[in-house]
Each structure stands twice: as structure tokens, then as C-alpha cells.
């Protein structure tokens, strides 16, 4: 007979699918930070001097601050002179085409089941890969430059589009942000970079897998997406990493501006490398993500499936600047043996009739702790702002934890706000129904699970859904564990 | 060989005896009716017979079409045939009532070794079931049971068991908080699905039901025990006295009250 307990114990015995590792020729920075070394980072990427300027003025005001430790996780601390910031695939020769990627990571692409073929283009997906720090294809480039549409990496469009980078970087997240924001200006190795012209809607899916490959080595990617006025673009960021013992830290910037009656929709589907089930190892997820709704009746909507990294520490926000602009936070966030996570958004209401939804979904399996920390402020003059919240948290098992810290400031008397909250075990009820209808006990988790986060899945993209619900049973994966 | 037979049942939540040797054999096409005061382990019968793990079975067996119903898992029990009507179905948020009927029923087909049902077939399968239970299509795209009423609920119950057309049949306090325009629905669902090869096990606290759904074989459960079984006549008698003369000075049980 199948116990819960039992049921709950299988969630301990689960194995990483991404885990293995590829041998790659890395060009690799000594391990430490300095100017020197911001220097180097710079001088590979054969930066102008402004954005060697920036990288520096970041990185002395980095040394002033302090790691924030107000976040519900807990941690070794981390010795940042013992990270490599720098380490580079070396191509053969320059890239063209996809017959020119080193077949060895084409391999890797192939075995994370990375579409980075000629079938995107009947998927309509286009994929910036980014391998380690540098990106080693860009594809479908040359089609969306028809449209006027830029996309590509995140240094390319340091050098070929300096004004536009020049005028955005850092205006959503200025360096001194925060601490792990700061970092990431000082030593960013690369990312994506997306721009789309005044009235463009941006015809597919613009999309960057992450990957992490060479131990040691900390990630640091720069995001910025620009949709200018009438504009609208879907990106997609999918992730997974081989698995490793040692604790490998990521702190990643994304940056998003809508300017007037423009929309831009970032999906997040977050597959790192959590840690085994003893909770040694995985990533260190901490991620400063925001979007600026600069233009009237613009529009940030973040989507984010997080089921990775042993810890993550990350709260997609948008700054509601124009009249009648809209923010959107929807997220699942699993914990499962050791992993904690404390995600959540924050809302920043600034303009008239400023309306932001947040819909958050936290679910704790093993001693998995999950925290949704959100934050709504509606400011003085943002008359006739709404916000509705709802934040709900499924436990499975007794060693697991949720915790919510909703927080809401208000100085505009005529602000409206709503929020829900409730938080549910599954219970053996459910479970004893579902069997009692033929269904395993492994199944009716996985469907009440995938019940639960469905008010979520439904903003994904389509083919991006399909792919959470299956990394949600992958992440709770009870199959031959329990009898 | 008859399709059910319990002997010498005994069953406890941990140190409370409630089953205290049930016998009992239902034949297929029969229909019995357990009726019996609150307390009388009515609901524990029905609980016991489709596997739930909060009853522990201390002493004798249940044959199901000749097998150890007692040694299966609860999903074998409803793969093999076995179908309970829950008095309190469970809400799942999230998952449709749809998506989960065709779940459950593929899990049982592929048991059997018979070929899954793809949406398509599903849907035919489903489209006069609907009409006997009078849902409409807007029910199969709610969440399973979710901000249903106690009637949808139950109506939900009986339609889950005409699309999954199970061999035995338990059904706990099916008319429990029916109206009796639901109580005719309802009724009428069971009826249609009275054949000749399947058995019902009917467990209600009042006649009511019985007054729709024409049992063969009554039997009253006092205390843990079969204390008297009988034709459909039984019911109407138990209408009129109620349940207070089961209760003897040895008992040690509460007049119940109807």
C-alpha cells in the first residue's frame, strides 16, 4: 500500500536529467577580481572605452557595498576571489552558420534537446545561444534585421550598436542597484540584446538558452530589451546546467523598456542545476530582473517557471512609469530536497491609472523551503492605481516550508488593491480519489500539481507550457520510486 | 461464484473496532441497499471495500470475482472493475473535469490491455452520458468538483460511473444533500446503469433513495454487524420505526438519532 510518506520520500530520490559534462578548449581568466581583471574582460570583448569606464565605475562602487542577507536562504559565504569571471569557447574560426559550431557543443545542444537547427525556423523560434560567456551563434539575425528587429549578443551589440546600448544600460537597473547587480556591470561576459523599431511587432519568439559549462566559472549575463514605441516582442530564456559539487554562483541583469503603447513579454523557464539530494552543490541563482514601463499604456509581463538551482534569490519587477501601463508577474517556484528560493516582484506604481497583476504560485516538496516576498507601492499622484496579488503555496510532505512576505505601500488614497492568499497540502483525500479512479499516486501529484500552476502555464508561449508542465513531473518524478 | 462475497470482515481506525464481522454476497445484476444509523459503519464498508489505507482490516476476506480484492492497491481495485461514489468528492483547482475523466479512463483501459481513447473518441464517449446526468458541455471544461454545489457534485459522481462502467459499484450516501430534482437525476443515472452483469452496493441513511432506485436485497448495519437483511420491504419498514429499536442493553451504542 502506498503511504504519503512514502510518496514524499520518492521526491528525494530524483536525479538531474541535464547532468553530464563536455570537454571544451575554454580560454580562461585567473581566478580572482580586480580593475585588472574588469580590464581584461573588457579587452577581450575589444570594448569601447565608455563601456570599460562603465564596467569600472561599477565595480569600485561594488567594493563599497555589502551582500544583502535579508532573503529567507542560507548559505556558506561565498569568496569572491575565488571565482574565475572570465572563460571563453574558442572557435575554430569565426561563426557563419550553424555548420561552423564546434560539433562538440552542437552535441551538447543536441543532448539538452536544444532545437538550434533549421526546424526554429518552422517553430519560429529564434535562438541566441549563449555558451558560457560568449555567444557562439546567433541565428535568424538577418531575418528579423528585415523588420528593422536587433538581436543578437550582448557584445555584438556593444560595438554595433553603441548608442542604443549607451542609452539604455543601466537606466532600469543603474549598477549601484543592489549588490549582485553591481557585480554583474563590473564583469558581465555576455547575454542578449533585442531591439525592436517604433510600431514592429516582432514576428517570433526571440529566445536565448543559458548555459553554464566550465566549473568554477561564474556567469554573469546582461540582458537588455528594448521595444520602442507601438512595438511588441515575446523573448524566452530557457536554462539547465551539467551537474557539479561545488557551488557555482550566477548573477545575471535583465533589463526591459517599453516605450509608449509598446509591450514586451519575457517567459523564464529555469532548469539550473539544484544540488543533490544531501543539497550539495547547484547554482546560486541571484538575478536582478525589472522592466521599465517608460511609455503611456505600455506593458512589462514577466512569466517565470522556476524549478532549478539550489538556491534562487530573484524578483522580476516593473516600474510602472507611463499613464495606463500594466505590469504582470506570474511564477512558479518548486523546491524539492534542499533547494530554498525567495522570488517574488516587485510593483512600483508611478503613473495614473497604473494596473499590475502578480500571480504567484510556490510549491515545496523534501525539505525544499519557498518564499514569495513581494512588494507593491503605489506612489503619490499615481491616482486610480489597481493591483490585485494572489499568492498561493502547495506543500507535499512535513519537512517542506512556504513563507509569504507581502508587503504594500500606499500614498494615493484612490489606489485599489486586492489580495489572496492560501496555502494547501495535498492531501490523502485527493490522492485516495484519484486512485480510486485508476490513477497511481504518482500521477494524481503530478496532476494536481500541474492543476495548481496551470493560472501560470496558460501565459506561457505554447511550446514553452508544454515544456514547464513536463519540467514540473521531471522535477517530481515518482515513477518505480514508491510500491 | 458470486461477484462479491465478504466474510467475517473486521475493520478498525486505530484501536476503534468498527467492522465487526460483516458477511455478505451480492451477485451480479443484484443491487443492495446498506442502510443503518449513523455510526453503524455504513461508510466504513464502502471505504474498506475500495482501499483506503485509514482502515486497517484485522480478520476475514473479500473475494471479488474471485480474486483477493483486500490484496490489490486501490487503483488495481478500480482498474479491475470497482467503483465508489464518494459522499464527499474531492475539489482539484486546476484540472478539468474532462482532462481527468479521460486520465482516469485510459489508465483503466490501458490496464486492461485495451487501446487508449484520443480526445475525438473521448467526446462521443462522453456526449450521451452528459444528457443522462443533464450536464451540459460547460461542466466538462470546470475543475474537477471545484465551486461545484453538492448536486453537481454528485451528478458529477454518477456520470463519472457511467463513462468508466464499472462491475461493482459502491455508492456512499449518493443522496446525501440531493433536492429532488437532483434525487431524480440522479436516480434515473443509476437505473439506466442497472444491468445484468454489474453489481451495486447502495449506502444511504434514509429510504429516500430506495424509493427510485428499487433495491433486491436490504440489509441493516447496526454496531458493525449485518443485524437483518431483507427484500425492498425492509426499507419502507425502517422508514416507518427507524433505527432505535436495533439498539440492545449490550450494544453500549447511543440511540441514534433520525
Known amino acids: 500500500m502506498v503511504s504519503k510518506a512514502a510518496i514524499q520520500e520518492a521526491f528525494a530520490s530524483q536525479e538531474y536529467k541535464h547532468g553530464f559534462f563536455t570537454e571544451l578548449d575554454e580560454d580562461m581568466a585567473p581566478k580572482g577580481l ?66 561552423d559550431v564546434d560539433p562538440e557543443i552542437r552535441a551538447m545542444y543536441d543532448k539538452l534537446g536544444i532545437p538550434l537547427q533549421e526546424q526554429e525556423q518552422l517553430a519560429g523560434v529564434a535562438v541566441d545561444a549563449v555558451l558560457d560567456s560568449v555567444s557562439v551563434a546567433t541565428t535568424f539575425s538577418k531575418k528579423l534585421e528585415d523588420l528593422g528587429i536587433l538581436f543578437s549578443s550582448f557584445s555584438e551589440a556593444v560595438l554595433r550598436h553603441p548608442d542604443l546600448v549607451r542609452k539604455y544600460l543601466g537606466s532600469v537597473v543603474p549598477f549601484n542597484d543592489n549588490f549582485f547587480a553591481g557585480l554583474n556591470s563590473a564583469v558581465f561576459s555576455d547575454g542578449s540584446f533585442a531591439y525592436v523599431p517604433p510600431g ?13 559549462n566550465a566549473a568554477d566559472t561564474g556567469q554573469f549575463e546582461r540582458t537588455l530589451i528594448v521595444a520602442d514605441k507601438g512595438a511588441y516582442v515575446s523573448y524566452l530564456e530557457g536554462c539547465t546546467a551539467p551537474i557539479r559539487d561545488k557551488n557555482q554562483l550566477h548573477a545575471a541583469v535583465v533589463e526591459l523598456v517599453a516605450l509608449d503603447d509598446a509591450e514586451v513579454k519575457y517567459s523564464t523557464i529555469q532548469n539550473w542545476y539544484p544540488g543533490d539530494k544531501e543539497g550539495k552543490g547547484g547554482i546560486f541563482n541571484f538575478v536582478t530582473k525589472r522592466g521599465k514601463a517608460l511609455g503611456v499604456n505600455s506593458k512589462i509581463s514577466w512569466t517565470q517557471v522556476e524549478t532549478g538551482s539550489a538556491i534562487t534569490w530573484k524578483y522580476p519587477s516593473c516600474i510602472l512609469q507611463g499613464d495606463n501601463s500594466v505590469g504582470e508577474f506570474y511564477s512558479v517556484a518548486l523546491t524539492n530536497n534542499y533547494q530554498q528560493a525567495d522570488t517574488g516582484t516587485k510593483m512600483t506604481h508611478i503613473g495614473k491609472n497604473t494596473r499590475s497583476t502578480i500571480i504567484a504560485k510556490g510549491i515545496s516538496a523534501g525539505h525544499g523551503q519557498n518564499t514569495y516576498r513581494g512588494m507593491v507601492k503605489i506612489l503619490k499622484g499615481a491616482t486610480g492605481a489597481r493591483n490585485y496579488s494572489q499568492c498561493d503555496s502547495l ?6 516550508g512556504a513563507h509569504t512576505f507581502p508587503n504594500i505601500e500606499v500614498t494615493e488614497p484612490t489606489a485599489q488593491m486586492e489580495h489572496e492568499a492560501s496555502t494547501s497540502k495535498i492531501g490523502d483525500d485527493q490522492l485516495f480519489y484519484c486512485q480510486q ?18 493560472q501560470v502555464f496558460l501565459n506561457l508561449p505554447m511550446e514553452f507550457a508544454v515544456e514547464a508542465q513536463k519540467l514540473i513531473q521531471v522535477s517530481l518524478n515518482l515513477e518505480g520510486t514508491v510500491g | ?72 492497491k486501490p487503483e488495481d481495485r478500480a482498474r479491475e472493475g470497482v467503483f465508489m461514489a464518494f459522499q464527499y468528492p474531492v475539489e482539484i483547482p486546476g484540472v478539468g473535469n474532462a482532462y481527468f475523466l479521460k486520465a482516469a479512463l485510459n489508465a483503466i483501459r490501458r490496464y486492461r490491455g485495451q487501446p487508449e481513447l484520443d480526445a475525438m473518441e473521448f467526446l462521443e464517449l462522453v456526449n450521451d452520458r452528459m444528457k443522462l446526468l443533464a450536464l451540459d458541455e460547460s461542466f466538462m471544461k470546470r475543475s474537477l468538483n471545484d465551486g461545484f454545489s453538492g448536486g453537481e457534485k454528485k451528478r458529477n ?29 440522479v436516480s434515473n443515472g443509476i437505473n439506466t446503469l442497472r444491468s445484468k452483469d454489474r453489481a451495486m452496493v447502495v449506502v444511504t441513511h434514509y429510504a429516500r433513495l430506495l424509493e427510485y432506485v428499487t433495491p433486491d436485497v436490504v440489509h441493516v448495519l447496526s454496531n458493525g454487524r449485518i443485524v437483518k437483511s431483507g427484500g425492498k420491504e425492509l426499507a419502507h419498514e425502517l422508514e416507518k420505526t427507524g433505527y432505535a429499536w436495533l439498539e440492545t442493553p449490550d450494544s453500549g451504542a447511543k440511540p441514534a438519532a433520525v
Open chain 1, 34 to 99: 580586480n580593475e585588472d581583471i574588469v580590464r581584461l574582460i573588457s579587452r577581450k570583448k575589444k570594448e569601447p572605452e565608455w563601456m570599460l569606464e562603465w564596467r569600472l565605475r561599477a565595480y569600485r562602487h561594488w567594493l563599497t557595498m555589502k551582500e544583502p542577507t535579508w532573503a529567507n536562504v542560507h548559505y556558506a559565504p561565498i569568496d569572491y576571489q575565488d571565482i574565475i569571471y572570465y572563460a571563453a569557447p574558442r572557435p575554430k574560426k569565426p561563426v557563419e552558420s550553424l555548420e
Open chain 1, 200 to 212: 514592429v511587432r516582432c514576428p517570433m519568439e526571440l529566445s536565448t538558452y543559458f548555459r553554464i
Open chain 1, 395 to 400: 506543500l507535499l510532505g512535513s519537512k517542506c
Open chain 1, 437 to 454: 479512479r485508476g490513477l497511481t499516486p504518482e500521477d494524481a501529484t503530478n496532476m494536481i500539481v500541474n492543476g495548481f500552476c496551470k
Open chain 2, 1 to 72: 461464484m458470486a461477484l462479491l462475497e465478504i466474510r467475517n470482515l473486521h475493520a478498525r481506525v486505530k484501536d476503534k473496532e468498527i467492522l465487526r464481522g460483516i458477511d455478505m454476497t451480492v451477485e451480479a445484476g443484484e443491487v443492495h441497499a446498506i442502510m443503518g444509523p449513523n455510526g453503524s459503519g455504513k461508510s466504513t464498508l464502502a471505504q474498506v471495500l475500495a482501499g483506503r489505507i485509514t482502515y486497517e482490516v484485522t480478520q476475514g476476506t473479500v473475494r471479488y470475482d474471485g480474486k483477493d480484492l483486500l490484496a490489490m
Open chain 2, 157 to 185: 459522481e454518477i456520470f463519472q460511473m457511467a463513462v468508466i462502467q464499472p462491475r461493482l459499484a459502491v455508492l456512499d450516501e449518493t443522496d446525501s444533500g440531493l433536492d429532488i430534482d437532483a434525487l431524480r437525476v
